[in-house]
């Protein structure tokens, strides 16, 4: 079974500085999907970025990027220019992207303050 | 934008109680979600359905069955609410897999906080 695990569960980040948000998978597949979705204070869950497993580049939206390694099986959240709009839980997230339905495993989540 | 809908946001019920938590979604997706949100737990998946009438069990199903009889739809039930279910509901959704729209992607309700006495 797949494990997604967060070992961070909070951090904080002074406004307009630089946070890195760290997760770990373990699964026996090659091909999957890798999610960061953010949740703000009651509010929605939204997707944050997604990274394909077989594409190599990192995935970058914006202020958001990624640093994935597979052979390391880690998934960390790079955050820029931090605003306080970013003050949020984060949850890692994996998924196979093979046909019909399949289960998503979330990791139990990363509180990020943001220090004004 | 795809909206997913659940019909409560608070909800305060007894011990024993049975509770419906409704989900309607408006992007015609063929896989519907149920998770249960825990401080230190993370997303739970209690139950999931991949079309209308079929379910599967997730990774905590006891004390729960849901219920899809339409498409948009998909229903929580708590047949007789019991403390420990005291937590935040969040339904989900996305399509069907190998399509097009399918980009792996969840698209998120706001959530159902439900608290039993």
């Known amino acids: 079974a797949q494990t997604v695990t967060q070992s961070q569960p909070e951090m904080s980040v002074q406004e307009a500085e630089t946070v890195t948000l760290s997760c770990t998978y373990d699964t026996s597949e090659s091909d999957y999907y890798l999610f960061w979705y953010k949740q703000p204070p009651s509010r929605q869950m939204i997707l944050v970025i997604r990274q394909e497993a077989y594409k190599q580049q990192n995935a970058t939206e914006n202020r958001f990027s990624v640093n994935f390694q597979k052979a390391a099986k880690s998934f960390s959240l790079k955050i820029s220019d931090s605003q306080l709009g970013d003050a949020a839980m984060y949850f890692c997230?994996?998924?196979?992207?093979?046909?019909?339905?399949?289960?998503?495993?979330f990791g139990t989540g990363t509180k990020l303050q943001v220090i004004p | 934008d795809v909206k997913v809908t659940q019909s409560s946001r608070y909800l305060v019920k007894r011990t024993g109680e049975k509770v419906f938590l409704e989900c309607v979604q408006d992007m015609d997706h063929e896989n519907m979600f149920w998770y249960r949100q825990d401080p230190g737990l993370g997303l739970r998946l209690i139950y999931f359905?991949?079309?209308?009438?079929?379910?599967e069990k997730g990774d905590i199903p006891e004390g729960y069955s849901v219920s899809r009889e339409k498409k948009e739809r998909f229903s929580l039930i708590l047949e007789s609410a019991s403390t420990n279910q005291t937590s935040m509901y969040l339904c989900a959704s996305y399509p069907m897999g190998g399509s097009r729209r399918n980009t792996g992607e969840l698209f998120f309700g706001e959530g159902s906080r439900l608290t039993v006495l």
């Open positions: 359905s991949y079309d209308v009438k079929m379910k």
């Open positions: 997230a994996y998924r196979r992207p093979t046909g019909g339905y399949q289960k998503v495993t």
